[in-house]
């Protein structure tokens, strides 16, 4: 399985990158929203895990896109910020998982994610 992590902070990336990988992932990473839909346009992506607030596009702008690209790709957003919930647009993504310094949660919703989308 190959998961696409998308956050503008390096030391994010490289974290989750390190952690998906101990958990048997194939992980790619992109710093943009742009970067993202280059790298779903041009790789095997079996899941994204976005971020929100990116610099240019935002999270739930490149959600959008992915969704009107490949509808079959499961998204989880990840943010720092449980706000973004109530928006309308972020219920387009199979989960929410906010930030935490412990990686469990979102580890198990890829995990459920995938699952669920029968990958």
Known sequence: MKVL???????????YETELKR?????????????ALE??????????????????????DCLRTIMEKRRDLPVVLNSAYSTYKQDFASWMADAYVVKSSDLTELKDTIKEVLVARGK
């Open 5 to 15: 992590v998308v956050d503008d902070e390096k030391n994010i990336r490289k974290l």
């Open 39 to 60: 790298l779903i346009d041009g790789e095997d992506i079996d899941l994204v895990v976005l971020d929100i607030r990116l610099e240019g596009m935002d999270g739930i």
């Open 23 to 35: 958990e048997g992932y194939e992980v790619v990473t992109a710093e943009s929203g742009e970067e």
